[in-house]
């Protein structure tokens, strides 16, 4: 189990942070309007290779397709409702507590089918894929610094850490699609002013992420971890 398990990881990173940034960035470059649902299926499709190769011994649980369809509902309708407040969304932070509670892959699943599905309320476009790898990669690399480990229930720590890959990741990478889509000069002083031109609304919400984190992570994670041990879903993870 272990040994399956480092493979999935493996896997996922080679998919993920090597193969999605490529078919992203080339959609930009081959295709004209709509690429971008090129990219964003392309990129749910990377997302979830991993799990038909290492269940494909057997058959995905039904407690593990609701888990995932109701947390994805979650994040939706928490960024739906917080729509006409800027930056100011919960969706970040329950992404991080289902990677912490349920594994990096679930998290990045989870982090990019809410951020394509909740842009069929708040409008599909070239920026999709951008944040859908961006809230992907944020749920992704916090269950890999989190997920079992021992420290996941620090509240602090778990606080920190989401607040800054929320800021960091998500921030960068969505940035990185108004420079691309923006710039006629691809200059490091071009860059840097939209980077820095976005910094304040990544600021918020990096910081309204790491609150949010500090209230609803134990609670969740803690009723998440017996749903997991009980009904052993996303064993593999």
Do not use: W
């Not at 606080?159 to 006629?184: E, K, N, P, Q, W």
Request: include cysteine; glycine fraction near 8%; charge should be positive.
């Amino acid at each position: 189990m272990q040994t399956k398990s480092r493979k999935l990881t493996i896997l996922s990173v080679i998919l993920l942070l090597v193969l999605a940034p490529v078919i992203m960035l080339l959609s930009l470059k081959l295709f004209e309007s709509g690429s971008y649902y090129i990219a964003a299926v392309a990129i749910i499709i990377l997302s979830i290779v991993p799990f038909y190769v290492f269940f494909e011994q057997r058959k995905i649980k039904t407690s593990e397709i609701v888990t995932l369809s109701v947390m994805i509902a979650l994040c939706v309708a928490s960024r739906a409702v917080m729509a006409y407040i800027p930056q100011v969304k919960p969706t970040c932070a329950l992404v991080v507590v289902t990677a912490i509670a349920f594994g990096p892959n679930v998290g990045f699943l989870t982090g990019s089918l809410s951020m394509f599905v909740s842009n069929f309320i708040f409008g599909q476009g070239m920026f999709t894929p951008f944040q859908m790898l961006g809230m992907g990669l944020t749920g992704f690399i916090c269950g890999l610094f989190f997920h079992k480990k021992p420290y996941s229930n620090n509240r602090f720590t778990v606080s920190i850490v989401g607040g800054i890959a929320c800021f960091l990741i998500y921030g960068i990478i969505v940035d990185s699609c108004s420079f691309l889509m923006m710039s006629t000069d691809f200059t490091f002083k071009s860059a840097m002013k939209i980077y820095l031109s976005g910094m304040s609304f990544n600021l918020i919400h990096g910081i309204t992420t790491g609150i949010l984190l500090f209230f609803i992570n134990k609670p969740m994670t803690d009723k998440f971890n017996r749903l997991r041990i009980k009904y052993g879903i996303f064993a593999l993870e």
